[in-house]
């Protein structure tokens, strides 16, 4: 079953850091982008970047690009975002999610469960 | 960036409506326009893609259409479990974007 597993709720003062996992399974990891999303209570989603598991593509989104790191670990099929210099408006559930591609559109099939990250002095 | 405005924020229906969401870009964004369903606490669900191709498992009374920059969400015969908030998803361009959602209510 093609699932993808983040790792849990995070509480963190402001100016900390964050990493958060998301575990793919059920499917060639290496063969689809992993797009990272926030969601701010109440707010739309929002986009944060993407990184491909199987190779060297990375692309952040211009408001996160000098706190946000997006890794891989393809031994274990894992991607990780680190956002740092955490603000109390970053406070979001982020959410990893699987692009697929199809009649030449990129849209999110898969999503993680959420990781709830609660930024608070 | 390319802005998603979708209209109207909020709506109320009832079982068995029509019911239809617009979502208008601040571009032309050829057909990378999605739809996804977000209940509260759970991860938004991708219902239609490319416009309007419906996803597997999702039913036929969810439809899109659209073109250039201007696009709509309609589901006909709504069932209880269609309320929900749906926000529509441009992947033209990088950042992509969303809409701020449009919350359906009985």
């Known amino acids: 079953q093609v699932h993808l597993e983040q790792s849990g709720a995070e509480v963190k003062p402001p100016g900390a850091s964050v990493k958060i996992s998301c575990k793919a399974s059920?499917?060639?990891?290496?063969?689809?982008?992993i797009h990272w999303v926030r969601q701010a209570p109440g707010q739309g989603p929002e986009w944060m970047g993407l990184?491909?598991?199987?190779?060297?593509?990375?692309v952040y989104a211009q408001k996160f690009r000098d706190r946000v790191t997006m890794t891989r670990d393809t031994s274990t099929n894992t991607v990780y975002m680190h956002l740092s210099s955490l603000r109390s408006d970053d406070t979001a559930v982020y959410y990893c999610?699987?692009?697929?591609?199809?009649?030449?559109?990129?849209?999110?099939?898969?999503w993680g469960q959420g990781t709830l990250v609660t930024v608070s002095s | 960036d390319i802005q998603m405005t979708q209209s109207p924020s909020s709506l109320s229906a009832s079982v068995g409506d029509r019911v239809t969401f617009t979502c208008r870009a601040s571009q032309t964004i050829t057909n990378s326009l999605n739809w996804y369903q977000q209940k509260p606490g759970k991860a938004p669900k991708l219902l239609i893609s490319a416009v309007s191709t419906l996803q597997s498992g999702v039913p036929s009374r969810f439809s899109g259409g659209g073109s250039g920059a201007d696009f709509t969400l309609t589901i006909t015969s709504l069932q209880p479990e269609d309320f929900a908030t749906y926000y529509c998803h441009q992947s033209d361009s990088t950042p992509y974007t969303f809409g701020q959602g449009t919350k359906l209510g009985i």
């Open positions: 999610a699987r692009e697929v591609v199809a009649q030449g559109s990129d849209s999110f099939d898969i």
């Open positions: 990184v491909h598991p199987g190779g060297g593509r990375i």
């Open positions: 059920g499917y060639t990891v290496s063969h689809y982008d």
